[in-house]
Nanobody, 123 residues
Framework: VQLQACGGGLVQPGGSLTLSCGNTRRTSSNNAVGWFRQAPGKEREFLATISWNGGITSLADSVKGRFSISRDNAKNIVYLQMNGLKPEDTAVYYC?????????????????WGKGTLVTVSS
């Protein structure tokens, strides 16, 4: 599994972004995938996870109602839709794949990590 996150950038407060996490190797899509973020000087924070078939999702309380996670296994892509962005959402965003079919809410539950993509929310 080789992951690559993309879609970050500069967005104004209240704006939206969609991050994509691609699996650059054409392997089976039976891994749960999670999204995390890390702001300077802070620990890596869980945001969302989705099971291998998309049937089970979980979101951190801090982003419920604003973020959503989905996946397209035919394309080997997992998405993180972010709406109502706030300056405190500024961070490097990472996607990660688990060895399990249902994801965890801690970084230790994920085996493979992609390079992060920077999201900056500022006017």
């Amino acid at each position: 599994v080789q992951l690559q996150a993309c879609g970050g950038g500069l967005v104004q407060p209240g704006g939206s972004l969609t991050l994509s996490c691609g699996n650059t190797r054409r392997t089976s899509s039976n891994n749960a995938v999670g999204w995390f973020r890390q702001a300077p000087g802070k620990e890596r924070e869980f945001l969302a996870t989705i099971s291998w078939n998309g049937g089970i999702t979980s979101l951190a309380d801090s982003v419920k109602g604003r973020f959503s996670i989905s996946r397209d296994n035919a394309k080997n892509i997992v998405y993180l839709q972010m709406n109502g962005l706030k300056p405190e959402d500024t961070a490097v965003y990472y996607c990660a794949a688990s060895l399990r079919s249902i994801g965890a809410t801690t970084p230790q539950g994920y085996r493979y990590w992609g390079k992060g993509t920077l999201v900056t929310v500022s006017s």
